[in-house]
């Protein structure tokens, strides 16, 4: 294997560590919500960069939402800091 196939196959590796999906986690976090469930969910703090839970209604336009804890982190935050 030569050092371009060494080069290129590290840096595979590091941009897949470090995946950040903006189109879930730049999104705002999403919110109760007006409608009447009570879910346990998940949502990712841009500011503190890390998941936190919090209960959901059941109605957000937001896509800062996730089912639980490690899918919210697989999303939004890079592997060293998990």
Known sequence: MNFQSVCIILLLLVAGSWAYNPYFCDDEPA?????KALLFMWRFNKQQQR???????????????????????RECLPESSK
């Open 51 to 73: 998941c936190e839970p919090f209960d959901f209604g059941g109605c957000t336009k937001s896509k800062n939402i996730f089912g639980n804890e490690s899918d919210c982190k």
């Open 31 to 35: 919110q109760k919500g007006p409608c």
